[in-house]
């Protein structure tokens, strides 16, 4: 693999994680109603979950794909109904006030915001057709170890430096107070927007 191809590859990679989809929504209310710890703990395992998808992706998901198209559709209806239960979670609270934030500790904890993270990223199907159909084109056949890891490592890091940028954007108390006056509005429109994405996840 050359300097060019990992670049390459890094940064159609970048495109992707920073485009808006249920990672950074899910960051993005994170850092907003948790503080910024907290939303720094969810991009970790936001990464973890890339992470996994894209180490499957390298050594055969999209081969295993092409053998079971079924599995492929289980992965969709399993993960678009999980994250249509966050939506009807945040739906469902969407009137309750927001918690006050307590001095010198996160609002989750860091095992609760890792695990949110990662479960919210497998979940989620687009990063699977992403790595299987995409990023594998780039990665050329052949590609040494030491490339490889590069660029998983490269991976990880592009989904937890653009979701912790989120998380920390959302985290500002200017941000907070406006959210506090219009949570009831923004937490149904999240739920919303989640609930669309969910739904179109498993139904393609």
């Keep these: 693999m050359t300097l060019a191809a990992f670049l390459a590859a890094w940064a159609l990679h970048l495109v992707a994680a920073a ?12 850092g907003v109603t948790e503080g910024f ?9 936001l990464g973890l979950g890339a992470l996994v998808w894209a180490v499957a992706a390298l050594f055969g998901l999209a081969v295993l794909f092409q053998i079971a198209p079924a599995l492929l559709w289980g992965f969709k209806v399993a993960g678009g109904l999980f994250l249509c239960w966050i939506a009807w979670n945040m739906w ?26 990662l479960a919210t990223q ?8 992403f790595f299987g159909a995409v990023f594998v084109g780039t990665v050329p056949p052949g590609t040494s170890l030491p490339w490889i890891a590069a660029l998983l490592f490269a991976v990880w890091m592009n989904e937890v430096i ?26 149904r429109a999240f739920g919303g927007i989640l609930a669309v994405l969910g739904l179109k996840i498993a139904a393609t």
């Design 19 to 30: 485009s808006p989809g249920p990672a950074v929504l899910m960051a993005a209310r994170t």
């Design 37 to 45: 710890r907290t939303g720094m703990w969810l991009a970790f395992g």
């Design 92 to 117: 469902r609270h969407a009137a309750d006030p927001l918690p006050a934030p307590v001095e010198g500790r996160a609002a989750r904890g860091r095992l609760s915001a890792l695990r949110l993270g």
């Design 122 to 129: 497998l979940a989620n199907p687009k990063p699977a057709v």
């Design 162 to 187: 653009c979701n912790i940028l989120v998380a920390r954007l959302f985290s500002f108390d200017r941000t907070r107070s406006i959210y506090a006056r219009l949570k009831t509005g923004i937490d």
